[in-house]
């Protein structure tokens, strides 16, 4: 027989185990907003060969002085450098970063249009999900997902 899950048993877990799922959410909270800045940052530079700090705030839909904060944090991560004059630029661990990103929103966008989420829903939807996923969920999705293709 198998464990019943939270849904299935609302008692409340041991407290090792419930803090260690808030430590994993409060770190997906973290890394999310890198993870964010560094696919767009990225996303800017491959459309239009550079990423300006007036870009990333529209685009984000933030005001320019939490960009700025933010990017210097980026910086400070080795996630991104600064050109004077010039746009916002990827390190190698930035442009790592942000495959490992734009793979995991693929996998998770994929999978819920496999199972019936309509494709703009899905892609806003993967937008946060792929954040706070772990690796098994998300070996899972794509599994999944590679089935479903097989039978289509």
Do not use: W
């Amino acid at each position: 027989m198998s464990r019943p899950t939270h849904a299935d048993d609302p008692s409340l877990p041991d407290a090792d185990v419930q803090a260690e799922a808030f430590r994993q959410a409060r770190e997906a909270r973290k890394v999310e907003l890198f993870e964010d800045y560094v696919e767009l940052i990225d996303d800017l530079i491959r459309d239009g060969g550079e990423a300006r700090q007036v870009d990333i705030a529209a685009r984000l839909g933030v005001a320019q002085p939490t960009v700025a904060r933010m990017l210097k944090r980026l910086i400070e991560e080795g996630l991104v450098s600064r050109k004077p004059y010039r746009g916002v630029f990827l390190t190698e661990r930035g442009r790592t970063l942000a495959e490992q990103s734009r793979i995991r929103h693929g996998i998770v966008e994929r999978f819920l249009i496999d199972i019936g989420v309509d494709p703009e829903t899905a892609r806003r939807d993967a937008e946060g999900i792929e954040h706070h996923v772990s690796e098994a969920t998300l070996e899972a999705f794509r599994l999944y997902s590679a089935g479903c293709a097989r039978r289509r």
